[in-house]
């Protein structure tokens, strides 16, 4: 059973336009999250997080919202901007000992058009 | 060299032979992982090593082998190779476990026919 759920394979978005990339959870025990942004032909690479104990965690035009009680969080890119065409994997991690490694979603692919 | 590297790049193998992924990374990371990634089923993690010395199984382990025998390496091998193993291989790093945030080698894509 898949724990973390990225429900959207793809999305495209206009330059300039606001991009939310969607996650969902099944794990209560989960506490942390993360997003990874991935290039063709290249490893993932880390983006945002944001602990369970917060809603939000801004970065620049990256934002991550956390919805607990609706086990969400979602990832908005604003302005959108054509470099941020890539795949974006959501990832969480949770186990009490720290010893679990983290849990990814399938991906999202991000398009953003000129 | 400066954070992970995998070898090689790329490779084409026929079925039933024997092969080695090889990462390092330089960053004294207590944790290192596999994942392999597949078009519409994201980043999957084969096997895991928490610490020099030991090693875990993740979700899609079998067909798979790994070993730790020191902090910077960490070979990934398909003792004889499937073509369901192809697929692009990912290795990364986190300082001192899961809850560390991971760092990415460039990728292996290996084909097996």
């Known amino acids: 059973d898949q724990q973390v759920k990225q429900n959207s394979p793809s999305l495209s978005v206009q330059e300039g336009r606001i991009s939310i990339l969607n996650c969902d959870y099944t794990?209560?025990?989960?506490?942390?999250f993360l997003w990874y942004k991935k290039y063709p032909a290249e490893g993932p690479t880390f983006l945002i997080s944001?602990?369970?104990?917060?809603d939000k965690n801004e970065d620049g035009r990256f934002t991550v919202f956390l919805n607990k009680s609706a086990k969400h969080l979602s990832l908005h890119i604003v302005p959108s901007q054509p470099g941020d065409s890539a795949v974006y994997f959501c990832?969480?991690?949770?186990?009490?000992?720290?010893?679990?490694?983290?849990?990814f979603g399938k991906g999202t692919r991000l398009s953003v058009i000129a | 060299i400066a954070g992970i590297t995998q070898a090689p790049t790329s490779q084409i193998l026929a079925a039933g032979r024997r092969m080695t992924l090889r990462c390092t990374q330089d960053?004294?990371?207590?944790?290192m992982y596999w994942y392999r990634q597949d078009l519409g089923l994201g980043l999957r993690l084969i096997h895991y090593?928490?610490?020099?010395?030991?090693?875990g199984k993740g979700e899609v382990p079998d067909g798979y082998s790994v070993s730790r025998a020191n902090t910077d390496d960490f070979p990934l091998t398909l003792a004889s190779a499937v073509p369901s193993q192809t697929s692009v291989y990912f290795c990364?790093?986190?300082?001192?476990?899961?809850?560390?945030?991971?760092?990415f080698g460039p990728g292996t894509r290996l084909t097996v026919l």
């Open positions: 990832a969480a991690r949770g186990d009490p000992s720290g010893n679990t490694p983290l849990v």
């Open positions: 090593s928490n610490t020099a010395g030991t090693t």
């Open positions: 960053m004294r990371h207590n944790a």
């Open positions: 944001i602990s369970s104990i917060k």
């Open positions: 794990n209560s025990m989960f506490d942390y």
């Open positions: 990364a790093s986190s300082m001192s476990g899961p809850r560390d945030t991971q760092y």
